[in-house]
């Protein structure tokens, strides 16, 4: 999910399309169409935060994707849907409460690409997870991690995917 504050105004969205770009300083891709209000506050403000959804919050992330902030005059998602939430330590943004991760990004301007093709560049000023799901850095092994602290993958029309089963890789040696 993706969330964005300013001027008194705050946000969160599903945000579907997003990617990690770099690690040093560490970057993260978002795309956001030119109709969300998030994206609005995003520009605006400078920044964004990015939570990342364990499975129990599954009806959260189709709500908060399937409605504008513009739809509820006088109020917002957070309020209207009683969202928890926290502060950010760099940003303005709401942390959504219950994710399993959290990044506070500051936007890297690339015009460009934000009106090309709604994709949006942010720097991580500020990073957490929760250790019941990650470790070390990586995601835990699924056969360690209790099914509601997985990462819920929409599908489209309210319908997510749930990691399930892992394989593990190894590498091929020439010969």
């Not at 300083?25 to 969300?36: F, G, I, R």
């Not at 998602?77 to 502060?87: L, V």
Request: net charge negative; with cysteine.
């Amino acid at each position: 999910m993706v969330s964005a504050a300013h001027a008194g105004r705050r946000d969160v969205m599903a945000c579907a399309w997003n990617m990690a770009l770099d690690f040093s300083p560490a970057k993260v891709a978002v795309c956001l169409d030119k109709a969300s209000f998030t994206r609005e506050l995003l520009e605006a403000s400078g920044s964004f935060a990015i939570g990342v959804p364990c499975v129990a919050q599954a009806d959260l992330v189709f709500t908060v994707g399937s409605i504008s902030g513009r739809e509820l005059p006088g109020q917002d998602k957070f309020a209207a849907f009683g969202i928890a939430h926290h502060a950010a330590s760099v940003i303005d943004a709401p942390l959504v409460a219950g994710c399993i991760g959290w990044l506070e990004c500051r936007l890297i301007p690339e015009p460009h690409l934000q009106q090309a093709h709604d994709l949006f560049i942010g720097e991580a000023v500020a990073a957490w997870v929760d250790e019941r799901a990650f470790e070390g850095g990586k995601f835990r092994p699924l056969d360690d991690t209790p099914p509601a602290w997985r990462t819920p993958h929409h599908l489209g029309a309210g319908n997510f995917v749930v990691p399930g089963a892992q394989l593990k890789a190894r590498a091929q040696t020439s010969g």
